[in-house]
């Protein structure tokens, strides 16, 4: 069993969720916004504070929490089913029971609500968007985005806090993945040490993947590339699988994102011992060019010109993604709305990127792990800890 | 024809529905019952699989054919993008999707909205949520038993946490036993993170798990459910730490006996219950809704200190309890 893990930097969640506001309130104004009606739960927790038991979408969409944000920083107004999860210092009177925007009558609810002015929504139920038919609504998601971008010290704290969780987790599993075990009996092991060490969720379903050796033996593929990730199977894992890692769980709303690539039984040959030394050559000539100021294409021109022959990254997904109250969030770089686009998204402190680049050499199979990192003013702080005792 | 699918397509015949676009996961899964990563929370609407009604063709958003069943063929998918456009343009391109008329969508973002009235200006919008809910209502045979199964493996997890519930173990430990045992019976997935809290005189059930410790005499509230194959089984119960737990209030039996053919989902509630559809995961209900047979419910009666939940499959004359752990 795992014991709690105890941190040792200090989290003022109190502070964290007045400063998330007030970036809200600043974006708002500088966006002509005068109020806010949420309906995502990532995006209910990151303005309203609100805490909800993570669940199935079936049911995280049928009991969710819906919160109104006005620009002139009034308390939120929320509704919710778990009243235990509303922040103590909302007023009681903001807190109100559970909506059912799934029927007509909490719709008509939440209409009644509806501040004056520019309203802006994140997103819509069908009965929702029945009620509100002939009503000028803005989209929420360029507000939100420009605030949730930039973490505050707190939010950093809550994402070093889950990679944490997640990567005392892994050490733990590690040593129990031998020939044999299923792929199910790792994610058990895994579910009950996040929750041992203190875990608020479990966002994605574990991800243990055996790979191919190569692109034609694997499943099919619509991309040409090696596919990733795939569901998790039963069957037990042999002798020499090569398996990628891929986990996400929550501390406090806040995500981890640990990838690592494991030899199952035996030390790593020297191709996959050179694949994982490449993966890290590349991170390291990524992380020289992330600075702020840097635009993301200079990190993805970084990486292209480690590897000529390929881009080192899935083509379906990114070299990186950001990382906050969802599991990837802006800034996206190296996804396929281009380099144009990449020019334009330019690096600033408190931003966190996850780096997942692959090192795919087709017929050999391939490497890939995840660091997560923070931009500060000077450059950037890592904050996964990925262990490398195994690969050295 | 997967009968799920047959069912769909009928219930879009009847309502004059060309296409549907679904973001839901467990809408896909119905008509597809695929087998994709699953994420939790709830997410903004994409269109993750589409129904075409004159072709029957069911077409998904996918790199690969991976957990995907053979009547959705590699030809049927559509890839990933970051770029909304590329999405919707990729879709308008399946046979079938230009000339509709009525298009069927389970949620909407403004961006969505917007594109699709900018890429298909002679489409109607219409409640697709609505046809997939009446239409997963009823359940085949076939479904009660993937039903089963799910009560199964829940069953076996919640034995697990009977295990555990010692001195000194705390609410999160219990939540961790409970999700280690349900991914080696048969989910990898809960349906929701379970309730597992020391009972409190006179307050409602907390549904998250704190690092409070069990202590002798304490009463724990149990809610747990999960996923297998995508089917939803759950359970609550009350247990005790060396303390003797008070007997189940009579008004759940009550409850549970009004789960007949032609009985309103309200007249259930009116008893004082929680009560929920089963199926691919929660399924919602109106207290309007009337039951009939092979309709699967959620059943939770709260009696301070004792909370009990089971699900339990609606019959012709008596209700049939799928749940069976005392």
Redesign the interface.
């Known amino acids: 069993?795992s014991a709690?893990l105890g941190f040792d930097a200090p989290l003022d969640l109190a502070r964290m969720r007045r400063e998330r506001r007030a970036k809200l309130v600043e974006q708002m104004h500088a966006q002509g916004v005068d109020a806010l009606v949420l309906?995502?739960?990532?995006n209910v927790t990151y303005a309203a504070g609100v805490?909800v038991?993570?669940?199935?979408?079936?049911?995280?969409?049928?009991?969710?929490s819906v919160a109104i944000i006005t620009a002139d920083d009034a308390p939120p107004h929320v509704w919710t089913w778990?009243p235990?999860?509303a922040p103590d210092e909302l007023p009681s009177d903001h807190v109100h029971p559970g909506l059912?925007l799934?029927?007509e009558e909490g719709a008509r609810q939440l209409l009644d609500a509806l501040p004056s002015g520019t309203v802006a929504?994140?997103?819509?139920?069908?009965?929702l968007?029945?009620v509100l038919e002939g009503h000028q609504?803005?989209?929420?998601?360029m507000v939100l985005s420009a605030a949730k971008v930039m973490k505050t010290a707190d939010e950093l704290e809550c994402i070093r806090r889950a990679s944490q969780i997640n990567e005392a987790a892994i050490e733990a599993v590690r040593p129990t993945v031998t020939p044999g075990t299923?792929g199910?009996?790792v994610?058990?092991?895994f579910?009950?040490?996040?929750?041992?060490l203190?875990a608020?969720?479990?966002?994605?379903?574990?991800?243990w993947q055996v790979m191919p050796l190569s692109v034609k033996e694997g499943?099919?593929?619509?991309?040409g590339d090696v596919?990733f990730?795939?569901?998790?199977k039963d069957a037990p894992l042999e002798d020499g699988d090569l398996v990628w890692v891929d986990n996400g769980i929550?501390y406090e709303g806040y995500q981890s994102d640990f990838g690592h690539t494991w030899v199952v039984g035996r030390d790593p040959d020297d191709r996959q011992r050179s694949q994982c030394r490449q993966w890290r050559d590349l991170i390291s000539v990524v992380l020289e060019a992330t600075k702020p100021g840097a635009s993301a294409r200079d990190l993805t021109r970084a990486a292209e010109e480690v590897r000529r022959d390929r881009r080192p990254w899935l083509p379906?997904f990114?070299l990186a993604h950001g990382i906050g109250t969802d599991?990837a969030e802006m800034p996206?770089l190296g996804?396929?709305?281009g380099n144009e686009f990449d020019e334009t998204t330019v690096l600033a402190p408190g931003m966190v990127m996850v780096l997942e680049p692959v090192i795919w050499e087709d017929g050999h199979g391939g490497f890939r792990a995840e660091e997560v990192i923070a931009i500060t003013d000077a450059g950037y702080e890592i904050l996964s800890s990925l262990s490398w005792a195994e690969w050295e | 024809m997967n009968p799920h699918l047959e069912r769909v397509l009928d219930a879009m015949a009847d309502a004059g529905f060309d296409v549907l676009l679904l973001g839901r996961e467990s809408n896909s899964r119905y008509v597809t019952m695929a087998d994709r990563l699953s994420v939790a929370g709830s997410r903004a609407f994409a269109p993750g699989c589409v129904v075409v009604r004159e072709t029957g063709a069911v077409h998904m958003l996918s790199i690969t054919d991976d957990g995907i069943p053979p009547d959705v063929p590699p030809k049927n998918l559509y890839p990933i993008s970051w770029n909304p456009m590329n999405i919707l343009g990729g879709i308008t391109q399946i046979e079938g999707v230009a000339d509709a008329r009525t298009i069927g969508v389970d949620g909407l973002t403004p961006l969505f909205d917007q594109l699709i009235k900018g890429m298909l200006p002679d489409v109607q919008i219409v409640d697709g949520e609505t046809l997939l809910r009446e239409v997963r209502q009823a359940k085949s045979d076939e479904d009660v038993d993937a039903i089963r199964a799910a009560v199964e493996t829940v069953q076996a997890a919640f034995s697990a946490v009977t295990e555990a519930l010692k001195l000194g173990v705390t609410e999160q430990e219990l939540k961790g036993a409970f999700e280690e045992r349900m991914a080696v019976r048969g989910s990898r997935t809960p349906s929701f993170e379970g309730t597992f809290s020391v009972a409190d005189a006179g307050k409602p059930p907390r549904a998250m798990p704190t690092d409070r410790a069990i202590k002798a005499g304490d009463l724990v509230h149990v809610r747990v459910g999960v996923l297998r194959d995508g089917w939803e089984g759950a359970i609550a119960r009350t247990l005790g730490c060396e303390a003797e737990v008070p007997e189940i209030p009579s008004a759940h039996a009550t409850t549970i006996a009004l789960a007949v053919d032609g009985a309103n989902v309200g007249d259930l509630r009116a008893t004082g219950a929680t009560v929920e559809g089963v199926g691919i995961g929660h399924e919602e209900m109106a207290d309007g809704d009337r039951l009939e047979p092979g309709i699967v419910l959620f059943i939770e009666n709260w009696s301070d200190p004792v909370l009990v939940g089971d699900t339990v499959l609606v019959g012709e004359d008596s209700p049939e309890v799928l749940t069976t752990l005392l």
Request: net charge negative; glycine share 6%; aromatic share 10%.
């Open positions: 069993m709690a309906l995502g739960q990532a805490r038991p993570a669940a199935d979408q079936a049911r995280a969409i049928h009991r969710r778990f235990e999860g059912s799934e029927w929504i994140d997103e819509f139920t069908m009965p968007y029945a609504l803005a989209d929420a998601t299923r199910t009996e994610t058990g092991r579910l009950r040490h996040i929750f041992e203190g608020t969720g479990n966002s994605v379903d574990p991800i499943p099919y593929t619509a991309t596919v990730p795939t569901v998790t929550a379906h990114y599991s996206f996804t396929d709305l």
